[in-house]
């Protein structure tokens, strides 16, 4: 079975710019997370959606905002790039089988803004 | 506010040793920790979870424990092995599938 598949792996993009990142949850599963995680720190909670609907929000500016699909993907999309904006951003989902708390993580996108 | 942090910020060991990396949380509300362990270029990796009604959980060469007393959590891990080496994150859940995570510990075993 996939696990989390995340795209691009890598993108580079400059100030002002506007990015769109993609994910696509542990097969069978409605829930997708975002994370953000900035150089030498942890990752920190954006957005859950579950069943296309936005379950939480965290500590970010509106130029970050996300949507799911009916086939459960997501898209993570961000405005207005400043160069604080570079960062792995990783999904996340459980997995079907175990507990719904148990969060997988994907292999991430690292975006560079420039 | 929520915070998840860690005591220190590199461990260095020799093969074979048993490696502790410690965990100090802040929500007492929080229920439900994971230890993940992230390697370069890489996402975090899932290693051992445990719940607030329990204070110890065993896994393949690793054991979490949980002082909900003094809010702090532990990660050992028994006879480390090179491939080990990494960053070491705690997490609490503090609400439906959303995840609060500490600084890391990056964990140095030497051969």
């Known amino acids: 079975d996939a696990g989390v598949t995340q795209s691009p792996t890598h993108l580079i993009k400059t100030r002002g710019q506007h990015v769109t990142l993609r994910c696509s949850p542990i097969s069978g599963h409605k829930s997708v997370s975002w994370y953000q995680q900035v150089l030498g720190q942890g990752p920190q909670f954006i957005f859950q959606y579950y069943e296309k609907e936005e379950r939480g929000r965290g500590n970010f500016p509106d130029r970050f905002s996300a949507r799911q699909f009916p086939n459960y993907s997501s898209e993570l999309n961000v405005n207005a790039l400043l160069l604080g904006d570079s960062a792995l951003y990783l999904c996340?989902?459980?997995?079907?089988?175990?507990?719904?708390?148990?969060?997988?993580f994907g292999p991430g996108t690292r975006l560079t803004v420039l | 506010g929520e915070s998840v942090g860690l005591h220190l910020p590199t461990l260095s060991v020799q093969e074979g040793d048993n490696s502790i990396i410690n965990c100090a949380y802040s929500?007492?509300?929080?229920?439900?920790f994971i230890w993940y362990k992230q390697e370069s270029g890489k996402g975090p990796q899932f290693i051992i979870d445990?719940?607030?009604?329990?204070d110890k959980r065993q896994g393949q060469r690793v054991t979490v424990l949980l002082n909900k007393t003094v809010k702090h959590l532990s990660l050992q891990i028994a006879a480390t092995q090179p491939g080990d080496s990494a960053v070491y994150f705690c997490a609490e859940s503090t609400g439906f599938q959303k995840l609060v995570f500490g600084t890391g510990t990056r964990l140095l075993v030497s051969p």
């Open positions: 445990i719940r607030s009604n329990m």
């Open positions: 996340a989902s459980p997995n079907p089988s175990g507990p719904t708390d148990t969060q997988y």
């Open positions: 929500n007492s509300a929080s229920d439900y």
